[in-house]
Structures are given as structure tokens and as C-alpha cells.
């Protein structure tokens, strides 16, 4: 299994560990993560708006790259997997945007034709790689630990742009792949809720409101981890938590990890190698 | 015969003149298939409980009066089909009824809806226009077909209020503009007739404005009219970069995505911050800085640049 | 307190827009409007189909002439023939200035105001916004009532009208949230509180709250009403849930079909077919039904609306809400299937009795919209004319209360008005009352479908009298159970009722007394159109004893003579 592996921008820098454990465990389960190293920033869910066009642009090239190395692309990370996936919508229903695109890529030898889907880690795991099949692979199953599950918008909603992988209101992806990975699930009703973190720094204190609330029901259900596959989320509920707590008038600890570290500690891998000890909360 | 079962509703009851806190009550009643909710909360208040106290008016989706959660989830209770909605009970076959989120409680589900006319008074959603007094009237203004269909959707808005009680940046504070009113001001801000655009985007600019939105799509995810808020709300953003609006941390936050991905092509992480927020601004991410500096994580300073940034580039000059 | 200069009970089409043209009259003035539902949630956000106006953008030889000539024989002549022609005079600049002020439209090529044809209309003129025109509108004029700065009392209920018997005094309202009751004094009051066709309940396509709250106060208050057993069944809705599939759905193109797959309408009307008047083909489709036509299911007797020949694109951009209504209410996509529809109780002509400038006798009291009845529609109302007639009446009505208002000076309303309505509403909580109000209200609904519906006879029709008369006495022991003062929603149906039953008594009363058939009112016993005997309006008035009187009053003619009414 082979795909060209969009990275976050924020995993190549505040959040590396997400990165660096994904490339731990994937050679293990024989996925072959092609780096798409002239990939630029997806616009963050900030150049949709700043310029329409440029962001279909901009991630109409990041798509055709993978295109060109005839393979679908694979992201770790929420807001990317929005942004490509919506540009991704409008230039497949909107042939004037898709010819204006391909008009300014074609100098760099690129064209926007459609043909590579972009995926989530986590869709990657529970349909192209199986449950049962990474069942097999667990050295260390979780059985010990009890986990909620974060799964943060991006991977959400709009449902009409998540290609039927989950349903928002009652999602259960990253649960089932927990269970399978032996750990056990509590009742987490801010499961499909928002972090805040698009507006951290513009509305800070209305953000950590949401991510306190999170972190507190995490505590109250008796979780010892918070899992989310993404690094934006894992962001808001590590880096600020406790400020977030303060917040909401709670405090305590809830260690947050991110999906492939998860994965990673159920194949056998350590904390250490799998860089939890970078969080804020240890 | 259509199908007929029983099916139980735990409906949220809260009187402030006989109870101290909120408590939720069992009934029991035989639904056909094809029946909304609308229809069964009718039956149970016409034939069982007549103090169940909530709002509804044309029974058809157009009015926006019966709005509330529905196992969990904030829809019309008139366009929602029963038997739609077994499969999202927690316990089966029993759908509980909620007021909206977000709101003030009058009594069991009907909320105290003023916050919502407030909100669509303080930015300015009418339409101010250019003809004066004594020539209304007389002509129609000449509208191209392709201008209505900018706004067309956002005009389906019933102010139903589903959004509002499902949005994050809400629930954390209830001065936020709300998904309503940026849809409301998306469509006079595109409309042509309007004059007062500039006023209405300074507003719009200011604290709890179009610049909180934290992009859940919760509001998209739960529009009964299926209206792409979230558009809109990139709309009037969009507006502010049309204008020139600079003066704001939002459009700070977003030019210097825009800036970083025009240089190098990845983003200088290391400076967002200060570039959003200014020096004495960012003096407040100083513990965040020290956490991550602790850790070993700050980023570089220095972004490597991407291959093929002049192609990234040329995107920037041929594109606006 | 001091008195308001105008109170306007609705915060529909017809009272927002008298509010704005009052205070466009004279800003000076004191004005509230009072509403029993949030302004924008109002029964206008339903009309679906769209507003005419001999604008001639479509058909370039539209004439207002050709408009007054459509609304009259549609009315099948029993509309005043001035006040059809202020309707359709003023048509073009109530459009536009709606436009004006931010109304959206569908648009012509050129940009111009876009219409269709409709029922009984000669020439394209009705204009729209796809098909939500009422709810576009709405919003319209909500936004320039908040920016006008229009105040609104908004969930509190019209309990009584008050007079002296020369002018008004104001009304008494109900806060709904906190159950308080108050008078609120004014110069003139300028009811808009819409039309009674609920109380058909099952078979209505209209909203919870339309049973004529308005209308009923007025009789009570000793107003005249006129016409009221006109009422006017759309041919299609809905058949599980009666609600409306507008007529836009016909003006695009869409075919009435039975079920040996004819196009039925060839018989009734050979040359509009589908687009006869409302009445012409409400009446086809009970003619086709009863003789074996049509089709059968648990919900009942319907016929087939096929839009399918239209094509997915075309009812994707101009008829959505149709096509969601008909996906959510009865499983169908008129895409792939024709959507199963019956008559449905739609639209009352009949109302308060009043002039040109919506005034009725009492000097500051005026009536609005579907609540009144100048008369415009006469015995049938064509499809366009209704929000026509909401912008048109509430202009007039508010810019003449705001011009007289400043000189009438009301007198108190006595603590002894207000003291009725409080111990009425306390008597409904007594614990020795066995009535059930949704009983009563069910049986209204169904002595009416069956004794006054689409076809009426003599004998129908006084047994539908007595069930209404006894329903009335059973009222009197209705029982209100909830004994909260808090939104008391119990208490407001019941009122509801009250006001529903009084009105089915005139419809079912003035239906018996006009022994002809025009427009909506079909006699099977007296078949034909009677000008020698019946070319008159129906009054109504209620005496001391709470008893119905029943008179009648001239048409006002004008340059069109009667005629045989034929499509």
C-alpha cells in the first residue's frame, strides 16, 4: 500500500511526534508513505477565504502532485483533509475552476484531472488496511487503559464532504479502532465537538472554553488518555490545557495522544520512541 | 397499512413557575411510519399531557417556529420523520426532545428568541438603498441573474435558529454574532441595492464578529434549508480582504497564511503568532512559547522552502 | 398611559408593511405592533406562489386594465369593481418598491422583475422569487421594520377590540410568556391577523394559528364581517398532510392527471386547462374523484400532480420547496413520480366588512389582508392576488391611520373590558368542566369538511349548523388543564377554538342563506350563478345575545358588466 503522504505544516514543526511516530509503525504494516515534498501549506482553513481561487490553486498542485506520482494522497492531520477534500469537490463539479487551475499548473508539467482521493490516516487503517488485520499486529493491546474519543470537526463535517466514512452526529471510526486495538472506550459526548483551535489566537478565551470542556468530561468519565487524530485539536487540549481547565473552573490532568501514537503503543512501540514525552502533559 | 409501533419520547419539562430545576418525562404513544415529530408531541399534548409547552406554527418547514434538539440534534420538528429517527436513539426506541442550545429557557421548549432580533439589528441586515423616499417605487432595480445566485441560498434563511443552537463559538459566549447573522450579513453585504456595506463590515470586524468563528461546520452540518452558512461566513471575510480591512487579528492571522505560503510555500509557525497579534499582543503567548521551548519544540525561524516555490508563486501573481 | 396613535395586531405582510407606511406618513406617531407569533414566523412565509403586477416585463402588452379584468372574473363578479382596480392600480409600485427596499426576486434576462402565468391570469404577471415569495417578502419587510425601528410585541394575544361605538379605544391583549393581561389604549387599531381557513383543521393547508383571531374579536366588538362562506380550496395539497403545493407548480407547467392518465382539466376549462381559477379546478377534481377517477389510499382520495415532464433541472431552480415538500410529507420526488394531492381548505375571501381605505364603521378601527374583506377576490381569490392585496390595503390602512390618527382621541378602555377577558380565561381552568378541547376542535374540522366543503346542500348544510351550534355549547364547558400563567399554550388553542367556532357558524350560516353557486360557493342544489337574487355581498353581524344576523349589501359595479364566467 503506497501513498503520497501530505504532511501538516504543523507536524513538521510545533507537533513532530505525530509525524515522526506515524513513520515508526507504517513500514511495520507495510504502508509506504511517499513524501510529497514540493506540497505546499493547504491554507489552514484561512486561504479559502483570503483568495477563493488561489486556495482551489493551491491545492488543485498539491493534489495533481500526487496525481502525477499515480498515487492517492494520505494526510494525518483534520484541516488539511478538509481543505484538499473541498477544493478537491469544486474543481470535480466546477469545470471552469478546474480549467483555471490546470491553465497555471500545466507550466510546472501538472494537471488536475481527479483521479487520486484524498484520505485520513484513520480511513486508511479501518478501510484500506483493516481492523482485523492490524488486530493481528498488536503486541501491546490496550486493555488496561480506557480512552476517549476526540475526533475533532475536520474529519466531520460537512459530512457531505467526508464521503460517508463516519456519521457526524454519532461517530464511531476512531472508537471501533481503539476497541481493536484492545483499549476500552468511555462515554464521551464532546467526542464531536470543537476544540477551538482556529480561533486561539484570535478568541482565546472562548476557545479554551470548548477545549475545557472536553479535557473535563475526559477526567469525569474516568479516561486516562484523550485520543485525536489530529494535531490541531491535540494542540488546543495538550498545549493549552491548563489554562483550558482553569477556564471552566476544573483542573486535573488528561494526557492527550495523537492516532499514530496510539497505533504505535498497541504494535509495541514505547512513549519514549513514540515521543509522548514531548507533550506538555506527561 | 403503514407500519405501526410504540415508540417512547423523553421530552425535557421545565416550568420556572412550579419546578426548581429541569426534570425529563416518559410517554409511551403507538406511531404510524410517516408521521413527524411534530405530529406525535400534537398527539401527546391533545391526548396526554396537555402542559407540554412548545412552539409551532405552519407544520410545513417554512416558518421556523418548531426548532429543538431531537436526540441531540437541533431540527425542525415538523419536517422530521419519527421513524427516521430510531436509529439515532441512544436507548431504543426512545427519542428525546430538548429545547435549542444556546437559549434561555421560557418554559419545556420554547426559548427566549429577542437574543437572535438583537443580534440581526447590531449588524444592520436590511437593506439601505440608494433611490430616495419619493422615487421608490417607480423602477426595479436591474439585478443580473448571476448576482441573485450569490445570495439566492442565504435568502432560504427562516431564522429557524438550528444553527445558533448548534454553534460552538455560542455555546462559549452568547455575544458571538451567531452562523444566522453572518448568513444574514453575507447577503446584504453581496447585495448591489445596499449602501451600507461598509458600516455593516465595520461591525462585523469587531470583537465577537465574523473573526470568531472557529470553522466547526456545525451550523452547515445542521441548516434545515441545507444553506452552506460556512460559505457566507468565508464571504464576508473575503469582503474584508476585498476592502482592505486590515486592521483586525483575523485578517492578520489569515494574510500571513497567505504570505507564507506565497514565500516558501510551508508556514513560519514560529511568527504566527506575533504576526496576528502584534509585539505586545503576543507578550501573552510568552508561557505558550516557554512550554513549547521546554519540550523542544519551537519551530524553526528559518522555513525551508519548497521545490517548485516559482510555480507556487506564479499561482499568486495570476490569480486574485 | 398614554394611548398608541396606531396599534396593528399581525406582524404578517399586511400589518409590517401598514407599520412602515405609517411611519413613513408621519414618524412622529406611537406605534406597536402586536404580534401572537414572532413577526417572521407570520402565515405570508407560506405563500409560496408569488405576487401580481401588471409590470409587463414577461408579456409586453400586460395592462393594469387586463389585471382589474382577470381579478373580477375570477371573483366571478362579486368583487367591488373600485376596489379590484386600486388592487391592480397600485400593483406595479407596491412590487417595486419592495424590490426597492431589498426584496428578492427571480429576474429576467435584462435584470427585470421575473414572472410567470397563474390561474386565471390572461397574461404572465405574477412575480416571484423561485417558489417562496411569501417568505422572501417577509423577511423583506421584517428587515425594514428593524431598521426602521418599528417596535413589536411579539407572542402576546389579541383578546378583545374595544370602541365606544364611534371610535376606537384600543384592544386587550394577553402576554403570552408571563400570562399578564392588559389594555393597550390607542388612536386607531389596524387588525391584520389573517384569514380562518384552519378551522377545516385536517383537511387545511394552512397554519396552526390561522383560525381567525381577528375576524372573530371584530364580530364580537360588534364589526360587520362580509362574505364568509367563501372559502377557497386549493386543488393541490398534499394528501396525507393537506399542506400546499403552490400553483407555481401548475405555472411552471405541471399537469393534473386521473387514473386512466387524461389531462381532466380539458373538460372544465378547454382552453386554461391546469390554469383555471382555484375554485374551477378544486371543483374538477371532487367532480372527477367522486365519479371513480381518481386514485385510493389509507390517507384517502387524491389525483396526480406529474411534474415529471418538466425535467430535474427546472424543478431544481424554480419549484425546490415544492419538490422538498413533497420528499418529506409524502415520500415522493416529483422528479421521478407524479405527487398524489387532493383539495385543501387554503384561503379565506370572506373578513372584516371595509371600504377602500381598509377602514371598517367604527372610526379608527381598519382591517388588513386575509382578516378583511373589502372585497378584492369576491367569491374567488386568484392565486398572486392575496400578497398583492396584504402590500396594497396595508399601505392604505397605514398611511390613513397615520393621517387621522393625531385627531381622534380615545376614550378609556373601562378596567371592567379588561376584567371580562381575565375571569373568562380564569372559568376555562375550573375543575368541573369535562370538555376536551382537542375533541372539539377534531369535529369542528370534520362537520365542516363534510357539511361545507367544495360542494354544499341545503341539507348538509343545517346539519353542519347544528353540529356547530352544538360544539358551541359544548364549548362552554371546555376545560384549559394547564394552569401555568407561563406560556400557556393549552389556554392559547383554546382561545383559538372559541374564535373558530364562532366563525364556522357564519360560514356555515351564510353558505346556507346564498342560494347559488359562485366562485368557491358550490350548491349542488342550486347549481347555477344567480345575479337576479344573489348579486350582493353576505353581512354578518352579532347581536347582544351572542346570536348571528344575517344581511347583505351591493356589489359596487364598474365598467364590467356581468358575464357568464367561462375558461
Known sequence: MKYAYYISCINESLSMEADTSMNLWTKDLGIELVPLTSGTCCGGSNLDFTSPDQFLAVNGRNIALAEKMGLDMITSCNTCLLGLRHAKHILDTQPEKKEMVNEIIKEEGLEYTGKSEVKHLLWVLIDDYGLDKLAEKITNPLTEYKFAAFYGCHILRPSTLMGGHDDPYRPHTLEDLVRRLGGNVVEFESRNKCCGFHTLLVAEDESIKLSGSAIDEAISAGADFIVTPCPLCHMALDAYQKEALARVQSSGKMRILHLSQIVGLALGYSEKQLGLNKHVVV | ?320 | MQPYDIIIVGAGGGGMYAAMEALQTNPKLKIAVVSKVYPTRSHTSAAQGGVNAALANRHKDDTIDLHIFDTIKGSDYLADQDAAAILCEMAPYVVREMENLGAPFSRMEDGTIAQRPFGGAQKYRCCYCADRTGHTLLQALFEQCLRQGVKFFSEYYLLSIEHDGDKAKGVVVMNMQTGKIDAMPARSVIIATGGYAKMYWQKSSNAAGSTGDGIAAALRAGLALEDMEFVQFHPTGLRKSGLLISEGARGEGGYLVNNKGERFMKTYAPEKMELGPRDLVSRSIEIEINEGRGFDSDAGQYMHLDLRHLGAKLIKERLPQIRQLAIDFEGVDPIDEPIPIRPTAHYSMGGIDVNNDGHTAIKGIYAVGECSCVSVHGANRLGGNSLLEVLVFGKLAGRHAAQNAPSLTPGAISTAAVEKSVKEIEAYGHHDRTERYGELRDELGKTLGANAGIYRTKKKLEKGIEEIMEIKERFKNVRVNDGSVIFNTNLFQVLELKNMIALAETVARGALAREESRGSHSREDFPVRDDAKWHKHSIFHMNDQGEITLSTKPVTMGKYELQERKY
Open chain 2, 1 to 320: 397499512m403503514d407500519e405501526k409501533k410504540d415508540i417512547y419520547f423523553k421530552i425535557f419539562r421545565f416550568n420556572p413557575e412550579a419546578d426548581t430545576k429541569p426534570f425529563y418525562d416518559d410517554f409511551k404513544i403507538s406511531v404510524e411510519k410517516g408521521v413527524t415529530i411534530l405530529r406525535a408531541i400534537n398527539y401527546i399534548k391533545d391526548h396526554v399531557d396537555s402542559t407540554l409547552s412548545y412552539r409551532f406554527y405552519c407544520q410545513a418547514g417554512i416558518c421556523g417556529s418548531c426548532s429543538m434538539r431531537i436526540n441531540g440534534v437541533s431540527k425542525l420538528a415538523c419536517t422530521t420523520q419519527v421513524w427516521d429517527e430510531l436509529p439515532n436513539c441512544k436507548e431504543v426506541d426512545v427519542i428525546t426532545i430538548e429545547p435549542m442550545n444556546n437559549f434561555e429557557i421560557i418554559r419545556d421548549m420554547v426559548v427566549e428568541y429577542t437574543p437572535v432580533i438583537s443580534k440581526l439589528e447590531k449588524y444592520i441586515s436590511w437593506v439601505t438603498p440608494r433611490i430616495k423616499q419619493e422615487d421608490l417605487g417607480k423602477k426595479e432595480h436591474l439585478i443580473p441573474e448571476a448576482e441573485f445566485k450569490v445570495y439566492d441560498a442565504a435568502t432560504d434563511c427562516i431564522l429557524c435558529g438550528a444553527c445558533y443552537s448548534e454553534c460552538s463559538m455560542m455555546t462559549s459566549s452568547r455575544e458571538y454574532i451567531s452562523p444566522l447573522a453572518l448568513l444574514k450579513a453575507f447577503r446584504m453585504v453581496k447585495d448591489s441595492r445596499d449602501t451600507r456595506s461598509q458600516d455593516r463590515m465595520k461591525v462585523l470586524n469587531e470583537d465577537h464578529g465574523m473573526w470568531d468563528c472557529t470553522h466547526c461546520y456545525r451550523c452547515v452540518q445542521a441548516c434545515v434549508k441545507n444553506i452552506p452558512i460556512m460559505d457566507a461566513i468565508q464571504g464576508v471575510r473575503n469582503e474584508a480582504f476585498l476592502r482592505g480591512m486590515k486592521n483586525s487579528e483575523g485578517y492578520r492571522h489569515a494574510y500571513a497564511f497567505t504570505q507564507d505560503i506565497k514565500s516558501t510555500g510551508r508556514l513560519k509557525e514560529s511568527t504566527i503568532a506575533v504576526r496576528t497579534k502584534g509585539i505586545f499582543g503576543s507578550v501573552s503567548m510568552l508561557p505558550f512559547a516557554l512550554k513549547m521551548m521546554s519540550r523542544n519544540r519551537m519551530p524553526h525561524f528559518f522555513v525551508k522552502t519548497i521545490p517548485g516555490i516559482k510555480y507556487v508563486k506564479k499561482i499568486f501573481q495570476k490569480l486574485k
